[in-house]
């Protein structure tokens, strides 16, 4: 910069802050830094301001922070994902209306039975289905493995 190039207001506010910073580390007296901000302030040019700082270390950069991971568009990954609406608290509020209902505890009775009755019915085709793959399992080794072909 040319010392003859005049300073503007913020040119001024800047060393007069970089002056409290260095007294604020104890680097100037009190009566320094008021001789110092008094020139800043009636400072015409950059000539005028650079024997202010000459004897005072420059401000150490700081070193960069590594850069935040990127986020990620949407709801955090514990959310789980609903799709559509809750089934279940309906459910309980059926239930519950049936049982405060004259004559609904008849209805909630049979609609457990109905759970049954699948529950046992889903147990059964199971049976029967790992029953036949044994089967076939065995017969498949009975014959040999290598009658079969590859697969």
Known sequence: MDEHVRVSDADRERITARLREHFAEGRLTPDELDERVSAALNAKTFGDLRPLM????EPVPAPPRPAPPPRLAGPPPWVAHRRGPRLMPLLLLVALVALVAPGGG???LGFFKLILLFWLVSCLV???AVGGYRRRMRRYWRSGPHQHGPR
């Open 54 to 57: 000459a004897d005072l270390p």
């Open 126 to 128: 199971a049976a029967f």
């Open 106 to 108: 008849w209805l909630v």
